[in-house]
């Protein structure tokens, strides 16, 4: 059946514009759906200010072309978001994207069409058309989590969210501002934006003390690019071979292969080092072992004693859940921010908050006057953006219905679920995804989702579906792996715990092998013919590959 579109992709993020790149490749005649008025996704929608990269720029790079990756030069070690963007749009022109790129628009609903095998799409604008293949690049990190306050529409001061920053620039000089949240997000508006040195008082509401470790950022030297751009083939070989798909991010040594002043050495010289080196290269078995976990919690502990003046400060910024269980972060100076006469510290635990008023938050032990509040609560993370979209499978079921909610979600190679023919997603549940370097992530996921679209293309294939027990044997598979780290013990994001509304999932929902166990596993599926799915063309009867 003659479609609109061989392929409509949700989204021109990262992810997008690769899948875009791959399939044009191919000849296949594909448009991009982007509801934003440019290409980056979340560097597009996601601007507050401090906000950078905590990959480092050496390989938060597209490296499939080796011209695209030497023709661009970054300025620090970690890019800021303002660049990131420019180079999102770097790629898009040098890959001549934008004219397969429709912007402002959003998709409402996919409804696979079974006695087609296809895809009806409907926009925001009421336009229907139909696809042979609809992929989803909507991003895992793109539906903000904004919590309702009592009271908070009394407030009559200034309300963002970190995830739906204002393009116009906001004024911070002399106000009293509340920043609510302490993830990622938050510590870099409090320490990187520049934020604390222009307002007359900062009010931190930290739900949960965070194990923060300093990012060292940098500006670059014309040497060090050089040496990169160089050696691109000596880079992206490591990058394959890594747990995290970026240099200097995997380790083979042992937290018990040491004395304890050993330890100390080899954790300082990692955080004087900065970057993922903490968390990724010091030992092995810190997320897999208790005791070695608590050697690393201990040194971060130290340090929070150390560099905080106010002990009792101190205590309230102390974690005491296990290290590296929820997202390890980077940030510079974040602890010494709290040695400021004009920040202040509130540990929600033991001071929750009660009401927002017209001006300002209540607590149980206090009141404090406010001009604006700061929310860097995070998102609905890895399914949030994917259930807001209407999409129907075979029978009409929703995606919501058969992951029950975010209950039970299974997606085999993280790519495509069960019930859902002909639909592929880009750094899905399951996948790598937000536990690796995203951009070479991406290029293993989309490119191999790319090849299995050619095949189909190519061979007059015309549905390709996962089949129910090979996206349980994944989903299995993906939980064995988060049941032998200690990443089960503690609650976090990754797991849907700051949805209050959210079910836990019966399976972890990213990919916790590594880049190069992931990459070996999609390059085996290739090799055994797309195992796992089942094929069928218009005239043959669908037929379980091996």
Request: glycine share 8%; hydrophobic share 40%.
């Given at each position: ?9 949700v989204?021109?993020?990262f992810?997008?514009l690769?899948?875009?790149h791959?399939?044009r ?6 448009r ?7 290409v ?14 905590d ?8 490296t ?17 978001r ?25 998709v ?57 920053w ?19 997000s ?16 900062m ?8 194990y ?9 030297d ?37 004395t304890?002043?050993q ?10 080092y ?23 919690a ?38 010494e ?6 920040v ?7 001071e929750p ?8 938050i ?6 404090y ?8 609560t995070?998102?609905?993370a ?12 075979v029978?009409g ?8 909610d ?8 993280g ?11 880009c ?13 070479f ?25 996962a ?18 780290t ?12 700051n ?39 218009a ?8």
């Open positions: 059946m003659k479609t609109d579109f061989d392929a409509i992709v989204g021109a993020g992810s997008g690769y899948m875009l791959r399939l490749e191919q000849g296949l005649n594909v991009v759906f982007e509801r934003g008025t440019a980056g996704g979340t560097w597009y929608w996601n601007r507050y200010p401090g906000l950078q990269c990959t480092e720029t050496i390989s938060y790079s597209f499939f072309d080796a011209d695209l990756y030497r023709d661009w030069t970054w300025s620090r070690r970690f890019a800021p303002e660049e990131i963007q420019r180079y999102a749009e770097y790629v898009t022109d040098r890959l001549d994207l934008r004219r397969d790129i429709q912007f402002q628009t959003s409402t609903f996919a409804h696979f069409q079974e006695d087609t095998n296809t895809w009806k799409v409907g926009l925001d604008d009421g336009t229907e058309l139909t696809t042979r293949f609809f992929v989803t690049a909507s991003g895992p990190l793109s539906t903000a989590n904004v919590p309702q306050l009592p009271g908070m529409e009394n407030f009559e001061g200034e309300i963002y969210h970190t995830a739906t204002p393009r116009e620039d906001v004024q911070f000089a002399g106000k009293r501002i509340a920043v609510i949240g302490t993830g990622s938050g510590a870099q508006v409090i320490c990187n934006g520049g934020i604390a040195e222009q307002v007359g008082r009010v931190v509401f930290q739900r949960t003390p965070q923060i470790t300093p990012a060292k950022q940098m500006l670059l014309e040497e060090t690019v050089r040496e990169r751009k160089d050696n691109l083939e000596a880079l992206v070989e490591e990058m394959k071979n890594s747990s995290f798909g970026a240099p200097g991010t995997s380790t083979d040594r042992s937290a018990f292969e040491h304890p002043e330890r100390d050495e080899v954790f300082q010289a990692a955080w004087e900065g970057a993922q080196a903490f968390a990724l290269a010091t030992y092995n078995d810190l997320t897999s072992n208790e005791e070695a976990n608590g050697f690393a201990d040194f971060v502990r130290r340090k929070i004693a150390e560099i905080v003046s106010d002990p009792e400060t101190a205590r309230k910024l102390m974690p005491n859940y296990l290290f590296g269980t929820k997202r390890p972060i980077k940030a510079d100076n974040y602890y921010t709290f040695n400021r006469d004009n202040d510290l509130v540990a929600l635990k033991e908050i009660q009401e927002v008023t017209a001006n300002g209540r607590t149980s032990d206090g009141f006057e406010l001009d604006m509040i700061i929310f860097a995070g998102f609905d890895v399914t949030g953006t994917l259930f807001n979209m209407d999409i129907r499978g029978g079921q929703t995606l919501q219905e058969k992951w029950l975010g209950a039970e979600v299974m997606a085999h190679l790519i495509a679920t069960h019930g859902f023919p002909n639909m592929f997603m750094q899905g549940p399951q996948s790598p995804s937000v536990m690796a370097n995203f951009l992530g991406i290029e293993l996921n989309v490119g191999w989702t790319a090849k299995l679209i050619g095949y189909l293309v190519a061979h007059g294939i015309e549905r390709a579906e089949n129910a027990d090979a996206e349980f044997e994944w989903a299995d598979m993906v939980q064995k792996q988060a049941e032998a200690l990443l089960l013990k503690t609650e976090s994001w990754w797991s849907g715990a949805i209050a509304e959210k079910p836990r999932p019966k399976f972890f929902l990213t990919y916790l092998g590594g880049v190069k166990k992931y990459r070996e596993e999609l390059d085996a599926n290739e090799a055994n013919g797309f195992e796992g799915f089942t094929l069928s063309s005239l043959e009867p669908a037929a379980a590959q091996a």
